[in-house]
């Protein structure tokens, strides 16, 4: 009877462990009830009936990194190239990832590789390194319609590294060179044409001022001539004002007269007295006679008095 007690407590110690299962969180379990699947438990305490319930999967629901293998791959130009990459997926379906697939993990694996192939063959060299955005969202849409039937969800596809052969590598390096002393060449004669561009500049302002300068010299000095002339003629004409006031005076035309008569008298004498200046009498002698004997009666005339 003993034995019978123990073996009876052994037995509800088994059936009880086989009965009540605790799921973790973010997993899911998939049970088989006779071999047959029965249901997908969720987080947390769940019954089981023993011996005729079996967890046969367990999945974990969380993000999963996969590192896919370095694999060669040609390009449209018929150059290789070697490319890893990491792949980001996540089990969506547990029943269709028990089911599914053999082992979902080396099928998408696979289905990475043949789809990084497919997609670098459809690029040329230069824009495999320019357009990696791309190759990774096609490969997650090549992986991720295939994925589906495996319950398993592409959230993302990154590449590690491309690297191409190593005499790629020397020509990709001489042809950034070269370009950079292209550029380094360019800007060289930028700068000197920038350099022409802003002497020409300056001399021409320069130019301009000198112009600018010299032409407001010049309309100064002629408002200064015509000031000049002005004052000039305003001075002459106020001297004619007052010489024919004068001549209006009693006595005023004698006066005159007297003063052309001496001028004239002394203008002869200056002539007369130039040993080297021949003096020609005109033949109309009367009038400066008789201009220079008016004259002359004038002065006695004044003289009288006296």
Not at 9 to 34: D, G, H, M, T, Y
Not at 68 to 83: A, E, F, G, K, Y
Not at 256 to 272: C, M
Request: proline share 4%.
């Amino acid at each position: 009877m003993q034995y019978f007690a123990y073996a009876l407590v052994v037995i509800a110690i088994i059936f009880i462990s086989r009965s009540f299962k605790i799921v973790p969180q973010q997993n899911a379990w998939v049970v088989e009830r006779l071999g047959k699947y029965h249901a997908t438990l969720t987080p947390g305490l769940k019954i089981l009936f023993p011996f005729i319930d079996k967890v046969a999967y367990k999945h974990s629901l969380k993000e999963i990194p996969l590192d896919v293998p370095s694999q060669v791959c040609i390009t449209r130009d018929n150059t290789q190239l070697q490319v890893d990459g990491i792949l980001y997926f996540q089990v969506t379906d547990p029943m269709r990832a028990s089911y599914g697939s053999s082992n979902y993990i080396v099928a998408v694996t696979q289905l990475a590789q043949t789809s990084l192939r497919s997609v670098i063959g459809k690029l040329e060299l230069d824009k495999t390194f320019e357009e990696r955005d791309i190759i990774n969202a096609q490969v997650v849409q090549a992986i991720d319609e295939a994925a589906l039937n495996w319950g398993v969800k592409v959230l993302r596809y990154e590449i590690k590294d491309l690297t191409p052969p190593k005499e790629i590598l020397h020509a990709m390096q001489a042809q950034i060179t070269a370009e950079r002393e292209k550029r380094a060449l360019i800007a060289a004669s930028e700068g000197r044409r920038q350099e022409q561009i802003n002497i020409a500049t300056g001399e021409r302002e320069a130019f301009i001022a000198r112009s600018e300068g010299e032409k407001q010299a010049q309309i100064n000095k002629a408002e200064g001539e015509a000031g000049a002339i002005t004052a000039v003629a305003n001075a002459t004409a106020a001297a004619i004002e007052r010489i024919a006031a004068a001549i209006r005076q009693p006595g005023g035309e004698q006066a005159v007269q007297l003063k052309v008569a001496e001028r004239a008298v002394d203008a002869y004498s200056r002539v007369a007295a130039d040993a080297t200046t021949t003096l020609i009498v005109p033949s109309n002698m009367t009038e400066t006679t008789a201009l220079i004997a008016s004259a002359m009666k004038m002065v006695q005339g004044t003289r009288a008095p006296t």
